[in-house]
């Protein structure tokens, strides 16, 4: 059972326009929801997180959208750049004991951004 | 660069070797992740350590797999009687206070 689904898989959008991407999760546990950026041979890096006691967070470019009744979370980037291009990942965790938060992650969503 | 680092970057092995992969952590984060990934997913996570003791494992990590982390530094992940199966990236990531997880480059096992 897939506990955080993502969507959409690819993701195409012209330079300058508003990357949305959605995902939702299944685990009312989870209280810590991260958003990855990973390129091509590298490790995810951390873009932005939140946590379910605020709806919104913005940081740059970068803002969550966080429903916690839908148990829905987004990201959207605004003014998105070719270098923004790359594969976006959404997570969730919980406390699974003995000081373990193991992130739970999405299927990816490939976005790539056209001049 | 005082990020995690890992090593090798890539191994190429012939299925039925062993092949050991080493994570180097940020130095003062004393909590270590490990996480597989295969093509077109998002990370699964294996296992877990706070310091030396690995105190949480994943279903994942069947019993040809074992990670120690020895002196609560660096810690390595073994694979052994490799199946190509097992070809994927596998990940690291610690974690400050703030269980934030910082991933370090991975290393993409191939098994021919």
């Known amino acids: 059972q897939q506990q955080v689904k993502q969507s959409p898989q690819s993701l195409i959008v012209q330079k300058g326009g508003i990357s949305i991407i959605n995902c939702a999760y299944e685990?009312?546990?989870?209280?810590?929801f991260p958003w990855y950026q990973q390129f091509p041979g590298k490790g995810p890096a951390l873009l932005i997180a939140?946590?379910?006691?605020?709806s919104e967070k913005k940081e740059g470019r970068f803002t969550i959208s966080f429903n916690k009744s839908a148990k829905q979370f987004s990201l959207h980037i605004m003014d998105s750049q070719p270098g923004d291009s790359a594969t976006y990942f959404c997570?969730?965790?919980?406390?699974?004991?003995?000081?373990?938060?193991?992130?739970?992650f999405g299927k990816g969503t490939k976005l790539s951004v056209i001049p | 660069d005082t990020g995690v680092s890992q090593d090798p970057r890539h191994k190429i092995t012939k299925r039925g070797q062993n092949v050991t992969f080493r994570c180097d952590p940020i130095?003062?984060?004393?909590?270590l992740y490990w996480y597989r990934q295969t093509l077109g997913q998002g990370p699964e996570f294996l296992t877990y350590?706070?310091?030396?003791?690995?105190?949480?494992k994943s279903r994942l990590l069947s019993d040809r797999f074992s990670a120690e982390r020895p002196k609560g530094s660096f810690s390595t992940l073994e694979i052994q009687r490799t199946e190509q199966g097992d070809s994927a990236m596998y990940l690291c990531?610690?974690?400050?206070?703030?269980?934030?997880?910082?991933f370090g480059p991975g290393t993409r096992l191939t098994v021919l």
């Open positions: 997570a969730a965790s919980k406390y699974s004991g003995a000081g373990s938060y193991q992130l739970t």
């Open positions: 685990n009312t546990a989870f209280d810590y």
């Open positions: 990531a610690s974690t400050d206070r703030e269980n934030t997880q910082y």
């Open positions: 939140i946590r379910p006691d605020v």
């Open positions: 350590f706070q310091n030396e003791a690995q105190l949480e």
């Open positions: 130095s003062e984060h004393n909590r």
